[in-house]
């Protein structure tokens, strides 16, 4: 599995020696919130082994996911800007490590370095893109081929077929319920597509 975050390793070496004092290494949990709805930004997390995954709550307090983030970029990248509020809910779908760094010193070095500033908004534009792209799948495509889509994203994130998973988020990630993804996994096990094991499916 790789490991290695790749916005960070998109930065030149003058941009990470003004990040490096302030990184460390972390672990995530599986359901772990690491952004609230509209709460403060106390620190940045440049996933290495992680997914997360960016909710839309509504008043209702239900949920639906926009986008989901790997080792290809970054949670609370508003910070760089000075906006220290979370505009959605961010919670590890798969749990790993993930690099964490001061919302502060984001915003103190992204003012000093032109290059973070347009890394950064390069990711926000993926970012803004694939909530696009998901937006219409939702509305287009039946469940199995967003299902089979959102197993895709996942593998191709961690760099491994092998995702720990369980039903129940599953099924809250594609704005479903728990049985409707029962059946899901098993017409794609059936397919040939994937195999089921305890909170964990394989592609």
Known sequence: MATENHLLRLLDSSTRSLLEPHMRTIAVEHGEVLHGSSSDIEFAYFPQSTIISVLARTEQGQTAETSIVGREGMIGSSSIHG????????????????????????????????????????FDLS?????????????????ESRAARWLLQCSKRLGSNDIRLTQEFFAQMLGVQRTTVNLVERTLQHAGLIQIGRGRISS
């Open 83 to 122: 906006i220290m509020t979370s505009f959605a809910e961010c919670i590890v779908q798969v749990a790993g490590e993930a690099v964490r760094v001061p919302a502060s010193e984001i915003h103190r070095v992204g003012k000093a370095s032109e290059g973070f500033r347009k890394v950064v908004a390069l």
């Open 127 to 143: 970012l803004l893109a694939q909530a696009q792209q998901s937006t219409a799948c939702q509305a287009l495509h039946q469940v």
